[in-house]
């Protein structure tokens, strides 16, 4: 997993709980890294779940949440930093389909051992859409997150209709529905 | 924990963090730089590359294209649906569609129908199974709807384990398929011949392996196995077929090891078997270019085909020895008459050698200038295929002549046309010079006969007109007064002058008949008058006899008979006088009786019955023969030519009946005769004539002359003039009639035509050629002699009508009723009929007025005369002329010549005058037969015609169909 996850995250835990969170989450755990991030570092997946479980049973909220939470945060830091990915699409929609086979693709440019997930759309009609998550990491909180996120950054409102399309999360189907 | 450590803490996260992030960014760095370096090297190179790929990309796809549009092939590209997406102009060419038409559309479409199912499961297993390429050959149907059968090489191209398209090369194999349909039925076609032909086959490789074996053969040869077992054995060793069934098994191998050593085609062989069997055996190389791949052998069994040749040849020369040996000489000539063959008999004919005939036309060496004309029509014939035979001169070598008769018949070949004629040649020279001798003699009996005849009739009369005289002499002397001696001198005289006529008469007749000049001419007659008129004469010749005339006559008999009276009267005449003579006491019967009655005709028996001296048994054959009598003593004693009953039997069978004579010497003959009648009405229909009892309405002034030296006749004249009030004259001969019809007009002429002083002839021809008061009159001639000639005689002297003597009353009323009867009246009827009389207008009128003038009597006479005569002549041209008689014909076709326009055919009398200036010239004879041939087109137009104005003519001349 890439740093800037890692970072970013501890940045949104410093912003909201304190440097103390942030310390206490880098302290509690084992950390095959020694807690150290840097955004252009990799680092083990593993980590993110150690951190974000010490993180849920510090701040007494859910996984989900936080992971939701963190997703519409680094929206808006991916905004801020690669606004010209984002400033290309003319809508939210429009935005999500060109994850997959646009931003994505210039991802593994600069980063050829990055891990994504694979995001499939389509339109079953109009003002829907319909993306499948499909990720080991299981992490489609995360996800709704930054397609929030998304919703927002485009003033787009709408309803996400969300379900697993395998029972161990790995598969998720995200329903769109434009309104308005 | 306090803030301070917490800090602290951070800041080394913060500098291992960094630390750790410039590591990274070096490497980075460094890999950047490397990336750097790389990329420079390879835009140094890239543009040059670029260049080099892209042109290299062009060529090689250039190369493609060109390959795929030039391809002989069919190539396209079907998607994983069976959706065509692409195809090469080939296909468009192949197929006929377009390449529009073809792309998007499914493969299978194109298929044959019947053959689509197993197309697609073939290229389903070839997807299922993921072959790679497979061949498989499909029909196709084109635009027109026509097969077109390809061969395709089909590679799937597959991703990610899916087919993804089909690639097809395919070719078309519409020929080869053909060729290999056309080379299978060919191969079927020949096996079958080989397998029904009526000969053994057996055909080898060229490894001696039997490759085709027929049944045929298997039971020539009487081998046990099935022909298609044998198929793939080897002949080597085979013994096929087995050597030991040849007579000569040994030269049949030689025979065999040559053909194979030769090949060469040869069916010249025969072979025989031990069985006695002839064998004929062709071989047959088989070569394919120039590689030889087997032979052929063909046995036929030829047994029955040379017993049958050699039948025929033997057969042929039994009949050729028989024809030589027959003095028959033998030429065959081809279908321009150029000699084949000359048989030694015919060379011994003509004094030739074969070699100086063969290859010469038989014409040019064998016939003279102008026989050449009759063979050349023969030969047409022959060509024809139609058989002759004829007679002609042919030449000998030394310039001789000889006849042959000559039989030619058509020689025909094996497929049924005329290749040339066989001619049978037969030396009659000895049989035309008899020929010839009998032609001569013939003639020479036929002119001393007709000299003969002449004779006879230039006799009679030369001495019957002296005879005349003294008979009219012995008349006046003996009504001058006379001694008793002078008066038995006399009566002498006049009897023997009787007789001496009465002779000359017969003669006459007799000569007549011979020479086929009397006619049967056939009237209706009342056969109870004339029988009864007979009687009556005889009652009075036999006033001065003991002698009763006795007439019976069967109750069945009262009708009118059409026949010849004339004749009739002749035979009882001859018969009942020949009775009378012979019979001096008792009686003469005459008995006609009904034999027979069919429908409208009549058989009737008549018999003379008389009780006189009789005739001998043995003398009964003799007495119808000429000049034959009883025997000498009756001659001296009665007298006689001995030709009356010769002449008598050739009246009856003149017409239609038979003679016969029973006899008993002394005691009396009995003559019978059967005649055959027409009945044409019952008698009551005629008996009006009782009307000649009444006198006639004549006006009172009318006088009749009688020129008649008979006294009997005179007195039967007068006596029924006396009756009907008729005025007239006696003349005793012609002088006395001659010198009253220049004193005095009568309106009636009777005259007798023998007559002693001057005959009616003589008489007639007085009173029509000197100025007298009777120029005009009309002469109605008696006449005893039912000769056409006399009246043609009297006739064409100037006669109007005739009366046959003995005449009933009757027919005499009839001709005073027609001459005396008041002349406005008759006329007016004859006027009322004739005008209404017209001929058919086939007939030339204006011809025919000019000829009669509408005198519708004289036309009746002619065409009387044309229908008895001039009719029946007609067709003995065409007799005499197939005779080759030219002479006479042309003789006949001068007499026939003026009788047709006198009937209304000047046309055909043109024809006849034709046909006799042709007869009269010797070599135009064809030219003679086609008019002649005309001619009889052109009579058998009109004969119907001219007999139907005939009757018509008869009609109005004569309404009672009664003419004397």
């Not at chain 2, 398929?177 to 191969?187: F, G, M, N, V, Y």
């Not at chain 2, 022959?382 to 030449?395: F, H, N, W």
């Not at chain 2, 008999?557 to 009739?568: C, P, Q, R, S, W």
């Amino acid at each position: 997993m890439k740093g800037v996850v890692f970072t970013e995250f501890l940045d949104m835990v410093e912003n909201k709980f304190g440097y103390d969170m942030v310390d206490t989450l880098l302290d509690s755990n084992e950390l095959p890294s020694g807690g150290v991030y840097t955004a252009v570092g990799t680092y083990q997946h593993s980590e993110m779940v150690q951190l974000v479980t010490t993180l849920s049973q510090e701040s007494k909220l859910d996984v989900p949440t936080l992971l939701k939470t963190y997703g519409k945060h680094l929206f808006t830091r991916f905004k801020a930093g690669y606004p010209a990915f984002i400033n290309a699409a003319n809508n939210a929609f429009d935005f999500l389909e060109s994850i997959e086979h646009y931003i994505h693709v210039e991802v593994r440019k600069l980063y050829p051992d990055a891990e994504l997930p694979s995001f499939e759309t389509s339109r079953p009609q109009e003002g829907t859409l319909e993306m499948i998550y499909k990720s080991e990491r299981k992490m489609a909180d995360f996800a709704e997150g930054l397609i929030e996120g998304t919703l927002d950054h485009f003033q787009m409102t709408g309803v996400i209709l969300r379900e697993n399309v395998k029972s161990d999360g790995t598969v998720v189907r995200f329903t769109i529905q434009k309104e308005g | 924990m306090t803030e301070l450590e917490i800090l602290k803490r951070k800041i080394e996260r913060e500098r291992r963090a960094r630390k750790q992030a410039e590591a990274i960014l070096e490497q980075k760095a460094l890999e950047l730089f490397h990336a750097n370096q790389e990329l420079q090297t390879l835009n140094e190179g890239l543009e040059v590359t670029i260049a080099e790929r892209t042109k290299a990309l062009q060529e090689s796809e250039h190369r493609y294209r060109q390959m795929i549009e030039t391809a002989s092939d069919m190539i396209y590209r079907l998607d994983s649906e069976g959706l065509i997406t692409y195809c090469n102009p080939v296909a468009s060419y192949l197929l006929g569609f377009s390449t529009k038409q073809l792309i998007g559309r499914h493969f299978a479409t194109l298929i044959e129908p019947s053959y689509r199912e197993k197309v697609i499961s073939f290229y389903v297993k070839q997807m299922q199974d993921q072959q790679a390429s497979t061949y498989f050959e499909v029909p196709l149907v084109d635009q027109l709807g026509d097969i077109v059968w390809v061969g395709q090489n089909v590679q799937l191209i597959v991703k990610d384990g899916e087919t993804r398209q089909i690639n097809a090369l395919t070719r078309d194999i519409t020929e080869r398929r053909l060729a290999e349909q056309e080379l299978s039925t060919t191969k079927l076609r020949l096996t079958s011949l080989i397998k029904n032909l009526q000969a053994g086959i057996l055909v080898e490789n060229e490894h001696h392996q039997v490759v085709l074996v027929n049944e045929q053969l298997c039971q020539l040869f009487g081998v046990k196995k099935e022909a298609n077992e044998l198929i793939g054995s080897s002949i080597l060793t085979g013994n096929l077929p087995d050597r030991n069934l040849f007579l000569d098994p040994g030269s049949y191998e030689q025979l065999l090891l040559r053909l194979q050593r030769e090949r060469q085609i040869d069916t010249q062989n025969e072979l025989v078997l031990t069985d006695g069997r002839i064998l004929s055996l062709d071989y047959i190389p088989i070569f394919a270019e120039e590689q030889y791949l087997g032979h052929l052998w063909k046995y036929e069994d030829i047994t029955s085909q040379r017993i049958a040749e050699e039948k025929l040849r033997w057969s042929e020369e039994k009949y050729r020895g028989i024809i030589e040996n027959m003095e028959l000489g033998l030429l065959e000539v081809d279908n321009d008459g150029m000699i084949l063959q000359a048989y030694d008999r015919f060379c011994e004919m003509t004094g030739y050698l074969p070699e100086e005939l063969v290859g010469k036309y038989a014409s040019e060496v064998l016939l003279s200038e102008e026989n050449r004309g009759v063979v050349d029509q023969q030969n047409r014939d022959r060509q024809k295929g139609i058989a002759g035979s004829y007679e002609i001169p042919l030449l000998r070598k030394d310039g001789s002549l000889f006849w042959a008769l000559l039989s030619g018949a058509p020689i025909f070949d094996e497929r049924g046309q005329v290749v040339g004629s066989l001619g049978i040649h037969y030396d009659v020279t000895p049989q035309k010079q008899l020929e010839k001798d009998l032609k001569e003699a013939k003639y020479r009996a036929e002119a001393a006969q007709e000299a003969e005849k002449q004779f006879l009739a230039n006799m009679s009369h030369e001495m019957r007109t002296p005879l005349n005289a003294i008979i009219g002499m012995t008349h006046l002397l003996s009504e001058t007064s006379t001694s008793d001696d002078q008066d038995e001198y006399i009566s002498l005289l006049k009897s023997s002058a009787n007789i001496l006529h009465a002779l000359i008469t017969d003669i006459l007749d007799f000569s007549k008949i011979q020479a086929g000049e009397i006619a049967v001419q056939k009237k209706s007659f009342d056969l109870l008058g004339t029988l009864e008129m007979t009687k009556r004469t005889f009652d009075v010749r036999l006033e001065n006899k003991d002698v009763d005339m006795v007439l019976e006559v069967d109750e069945q008999i009262d009708y009118i008979v059409n026949g010849d009276e004339l004749l009739l009267t002749q035979v009882l005449n001859n018969l009942i006088g020949n009775a009378a003579k012979f019979t001096e006491q008792g009686s003469i019967t005459l008995d006609v009786q009904q034999r027979e009655r069919m429908g409208n005709s009549v058989l009737l028996d008549f018999k003379v019955i008389d009780t006189g001296i009789g005739i001998p048994p043995n003398k009964l054959d003799l007495i119808f023969q000429n000049f034959k009598q009883v025997s000498a003593d009756i001659k001296v004693k009665y007298g006689g030519t001995g030709l009356g009953l010769a002449i008598t039997r050739k009246i009856v069978e003149l017409q239609g009946g038979t003679i016969k004579v029973e006899s008993e010497h002394g005691k009396g003959s009995v003559f019978s005769f059967c005649l055959p009648y027409d009945l044409a009405g019952s008698r009551d229909a005629e008996q009006k004539t009782d009307a000649i009892d009444t006198p006639l309405q004549l006006d009172a002034d009318k006088e009749v002359l009688v020129v008649e030296d008979n006294f009997m006749n005179q007195k039967y004249v007068s006596t029924l003039f006396k009756k009907w009030n008729v005025r007239y004259t006696i003349a005793n001969n012609g002088r006395e009639g001659v010198q009253l019809a220049q004193q005095k007009a009568y309106d009636l002429i009777l005259m007798d035509i023998q007559m002693p002083v001057m005959d009616g002839y003589q008489a007639t021809e007085a009173i029509r050629n000197t100025e007298n008061l009777n120029q005009q009159t009309p002469i109605v001639a008696l006449t005893a002699s039912g000769i056409i000639a006399n009246k043609e005689r009297g006739m064409a002297l100037g006669m109007n009508d005739y009366l046959t003597k003995p005449f009933k009353p009757d027919l005499m009323h009839k001709v005073l009723q027609t001459y005396l009867s008041n002349p406005n009246k008759h006329k007016d009827l004859a006027m009322e009929q004739q005008a209404n009389f017209t001929f058919d207008p086939a007939l030339d009128f204006d011809y025919l007025l000019e000829m009669y003038e509408m005198d519708l009597e004289y036309a009746y006479e002619m065409f009387d005369l044309f229908v008895h005569h001039s009719a029946k002549e007609f067709p003995q041209i065409g007799t005499l002329m197939q005779k080759q008689e030219r002479e006479a014909a042309k003789k006949l076709s001068h007499k026939l010549k003026p009788s047709f326009p006198m009937v209304g055919l000047p046309a055909l009398g043109q024809k006849m005058a034709a046909l006799e200036q042709s007869l009269a010239l010797e070599d135009n004879f064809a030219q003679a037969q086609k008019l002649y041939a005309e001619a009889v087109e052109m009579w058998k137009k009109y004969e119907p015609i001219i007999q139907k104005d005939y009757q018509r003519l008869q009609k109005v001349v004569s309404p009672n169909g009664t003419t004397a």
